[in-house]
Nanobody
Framework: QVQLVESGGGLVHPGGSLTLSCVASGFDFSASVLSWFRQAPGKERDLVAH????????NYGDSVKGRFTISRDNAKNTVYLQMNSLRPEDTAVYYC?????????????WGQGTQVTVSS
């Protein structure tokens, strides 16, 4: 059974930091491209960052460049999102996402989400 379980969300003051974690199971984690998305109330789900198989290739949404860092530990089946200099507009539910191709088929998996609230 495939699972993506996020943790680390919470309430933080503007300018603060949080680190999100997503632990995966049930698929070949090391062969997957991993991403973090977020969705604020009344808005579409947007890509925050993604990272390639080895962790060398990363990409970020414009609004988080220079503040957020995505990383992965294939030995622990875990992807992280380090968030610094948080702003109220970063408030959203953050979702872990995995994409993998296996035997000619493409598979996409989502976590259940973790709430991040940035407020004074």
């Amino acid at each position: 059974q495939v699972q993506l379980v996020e943790s680390g969300g919470g309430l933080v003051h503007p300018g603060g930091s949080l680190t999100l974690s997503c632990v995966a199971s049930g698929f070949d984690f090391s062969a997957s491209v991993l991403s973090w998305f977020r969705q604020a109330p009344g808005k579409e789900r947007d890509l925050v960052a993604h990272i390639g198989w080895t962790g060398d290739a990363t990409n970020y949404g414009d609004s988080v460049k220079g503040r957020f860092t995505i990383s992965r530990d294939n030995a622990k089946n875990t992807v992280y999102l380090q968030m610094n200099s948080l702003r109220p507009e970063d408030t959203a539910v953050y979702y872990c996402h995995a994409a993998i191709s296996s035997r000619g088929e493409d598979y996409i998996y989502w976590g259940q989400g973790t709430q991040v609230t940035v407020s004074s």
